[in-house]
């Protein structure tokens, strides 16, 4: 098939779920931003995506990012999500709207360091795994103080918490909690109202517990061959 026409489908299909979904949930759509994961996939099909009206992209390899980026127009919103490592950071910070992946100060303080004229927006990962903290994220129970330490840096805003949900866990569980820990946060951090949640196999779980930002792939795009 045409890869125009199947990305459209795909993308259309992934939109119709999104919106049965937020109907179930009672959820209002224009809260709810698809992220179109493009990690491993060619500009072309980032131009179909931007063509058929797509401006939110999700990556998480600098490298080819950055690339992307400097070819495609300006009205993008990047979204970073993949493990960060301090050497890439202030590349990251060139290109990147969002970080979805901040789970240490020490990156914070990095991206405050780049981003003293335009502030960046972070969602602070937070981890599902047991043990806690094995594939990236911030134990629950150490979130509110980075938080704090955090708000003290110029040029870096909270705009909410992300979570990957865990192997071997029904997403139910895991959004559910989420959604626990994410409303306990807002209390403190009332200006912290997104919720990164979400991918192909679980977003409209996602959906119902509040997620307002949905990282979507290989729905949309097909099965990555390359490893992210
Ligand atoms: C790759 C990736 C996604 C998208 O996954 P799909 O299953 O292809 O939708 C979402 N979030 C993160 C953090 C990812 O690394």
Redesign the pocket.
Known sequence: MNRKIEIRNNLENVKERIAVAAQKAQRDLADITLVV?T?TFEVGDLEILYALGEREF?E?RDQEASKKAEQLPEDINWHF??QIQSNKLKSICKWADFIHSVDQFKYAKIISDQCQIKPMSIFLQVSLDSPVESRGGIDPIKLENLASEISELPGVSIAGLMA?APLGIEADQAFKRVQMIHSNFKHKFPQAKLLSAG???DFETALLYGATHL?????ILGNRYLS?
């Open positions: 994961v990690k999700g998480n999500q993949g990957v991918m192909s196999g990282r979507i792939g290989s729905s992210e």
